[in-house]
């Protein structure tokens, strides 16, 4: 019986370690609570490190607009959501005030949405072309003509102008990073929303593979980080709670072939942006 009891404790320890032990990429996301590691101000610190050039990832601090929200948690104000709202440009904005009282998405198994990842298109690609002199008025940079497909990969596609399309609302669980679609699966939509932001890319020197490429610097403009920190306000308003901002390569850190955007985001416009919103 005693040699019995201890076999059996020792196979539901077995058993139980692997779902429980297994943490994906760099910031260690948990597939079972679908959470990456730490408080959310650790979550951010590590999820918004600098992508630098081919996806290196280097630590930077938090600004302390974003390190006050997730210290702070809690959700943005009525007020404060009005006032993203009214920063959209139109049609957007009469879209946004329609679905603003619709929940958020969540996964199937109702865990709520918590991450909000900023990509860059890396679109237009030019090969080994040069960037378009005018980039931020360059109708073909500009155009969504290319992200209009039966499945676009993302929520919301922001261009250098400030405008939108948005392909898929807040409301439905979507995926966009390798660590949704080819390592968790299906359980993690509606945990993550998605904005590609619109930056063209080139060859590095000499590369002929889209894995060495860069993008212009500026990367954004200040209408992308304008409009980028009222929809990270307006989808937290929608989640009931402060989304944890991350970036598509600290996300996929680890995974093999992850994208290496988005490049040249500048943390701190970013930050500008969100704390003069907020304090309107
Ligand atoms: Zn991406």
Redesign the pocket.
Known sequence: MRKLTIASVSVTLTLAAPASAELIGGCQFDRDTLTFAGSPVEQATCLLRKVELMGKKSPQPLPPVIAQLMEQGGAPTAAQKAAAIAVFPQLYRDYALGYQDLPASQTEAGVPLLYFVI??TSEPFMGAEPFPRHLDNDPKVNSFASYLAAEPVAHIFLNRQGQIWAAHDFSIPWR??KLESRVVGPAARGRFVHI?TVQPRRFLPGATNRGQTYGPKPGFTPAQYKILAALYVYASARAGHWLIPAF?STVDDGIPDA?D?PQNFDLKKFAKKLDRLLSA
Do not use: F, L, S, V
Request: no cysteine; aromatic share 0%.
């Open positions: 990509h860059d966009a990073t590609e598509h994208h955007d």
